[in-house]
């Protein structure tokens, strides 16, 4: 059974740090693009970032650009989040996902249709 698992959620305040980590298991996912998103009561989910399955590619959102870096470990079938400098806006439940292709499009590895496996979310709140 695919288990998706996300971790190192928790309260910050603006401008500090946080790393969420996402491992899976069941089975291996090297050649698979994957993904975080995030959501708030209310709205849509939202693409956060992207990484190829070898990790020579990455996407970004333009909110979180230049402070979130996407990393991944194919041999410990985990990928992590490296959030820096967060803001309020940041808060949210923060989901991992792994796409159905290793190297979609820029446009579907944007959108979460694309994505068949989903974690349960680690909540992030950056308090101001």
């Known amino acids: 059974q695919v288990q998706l698992v996300e971790s190192g959620g928790g309260l910050v305040q603006a401008g500090g740090s946080l790393r969420l980590s996402c491992a899976a298991s069941g089975r291996s996912f090297s050649r698979n693009l994957m993904g975080w998103f995030r959501q708030v009561p209310g709205k849509e989910r939202e693409f956060v970032a992207a990484?190829?399955?070898?990790?020579?590619?990455?996407y970004y959102a333009d909110s979180v650009k230049g402070r979130f870096t996407i990393s991944r470990d194919n041999t410990k079938n985990t990928v992590s989040l490296q959030m820096n400098s967060l803001k309020p806006e940041d808060t949210a439940v923060y989901y991992c996902?792994?796409?159905?292709?290793?190297?979609?499009?820029?446009?579907?590895?944007?959108?979460?249709?694309?994505?068949?496996?989903w974690g349960q979310g680690t909540q992030v709140t950056v308090s101001s």
């Open positions: 996902a792994v796409h159905f292709l290793s190297g979609p499009s820029s446009h579907s590895a944007r959108a979460s249709d694309g994505y068949g496996y």
């Open positions: 990484i190829t399955w070898s990790g020579g590619t990455t």
